[in-house]
């Protein structure tokens, strides 16, 4: 949506018709959104930008058929190495040589995706943070690998589709997620002892420290299956890290399938 919104033809890709269309339908809402604040005096220019910015999408199901025309693909599919890695794999067959390739990942090594491919000069991580229409930052990450041309053009695409890029090494988490993930769980750690209900460790966090969600309402709104997914994954690269140590409670709650807001009970209840 924003790429295309700021101008860039974009191809929408995904594993069937029905979900692109889906897709398509979703962006076209949240178009709508976007210029009722953007153009509240002026409807004919918001249905013209509206307009505009569909004309700069198009959707397939198929990836190596596109990718043949490409300047940037980001991938944004499930948080699986080895799918992603198979993934990129094959687009690096069909994709022109000087195609960049980032990865949306917020949890997995870039440098293990980037390692798949004959283009680890031209492989970096642009991390968007939802919902990307509203939130400003991407972090963009660089491995040993990445050339300095392919970070700059990695930060002057985010700064084109109007974010604030911020850099970072290829480390687990990068920087936002690297201090969330653990700040979380020591949320729910902090209620495992009886310390606190998670409803005031909620309330003391918007209040005392000024975030928007509290970190239960957080972990429920990210889905708690992506949650120990992430957390599992540093855990076993530094299993000595107590940052990173695997949470009872977590585990309990996902394996009896309450993942938080998607699935109508995680931490709380929802209707």
Known sequence: QIAAASGHTVVLVDQSDEILKKS??????????????????????GAEFIEKTLKNLTTSTDAAAVVHSTDLVIEAIVENLEVKNELFKRLDKFAPEHTIFASNTSSLQITNM??????????????????????????????????????ESL????????????????????????????????????????????????????????????????????????????????????????LFAPSPLLNKLVAEKKLGKKTGEGFYKYK
Not at 114 to 124: E, K, L, M, P, V
Not at 159 to 170: E, L, M, Q, R, T
């Open 24 to 45: 398509t339908k979703g962006i076209e809402e949240s178009l709508k959104r976007v210029t009722k604040k953007k153009f509240a005096d002026k409807p004919e220019a």
């Open 114 to 151: 980037a390692n798949s491919t004959t283009r680890q000069d031209r492989f970096g991580g642009l991390h968007f943070f939802n919902p990307v229409p509203m939130m400003k930052l991407v972090e963009v990450i660089k491995t040993p690998m990445t050339s300095q041309k392919t970070f």
């Open 155 to 242: 930060m002057d695409f985010s700064k084109a589709v109007g974010k604030s890029p911020v850099s970072c090494k290829d480390t687990p988490g990068f920087i936002v997620n690297r201090l969330l993930v653990p700040y979380m769980m020591e949320a729910v750690r902090l209620f495992e002892r009886g310390d606190a209900s998670k409803e005031d460790i909620d309330v003391a966090m918007k209040l005392g420290a000024g975030y928007p969600m509290g970190p239960f309402e957080l972990l429920d709104y990210v889905g708690l299956d992506t949650s120990k997914y992430i957390i599992d994954g540093w855990h076993s690269l530094e299993p000595n890290n107590p």
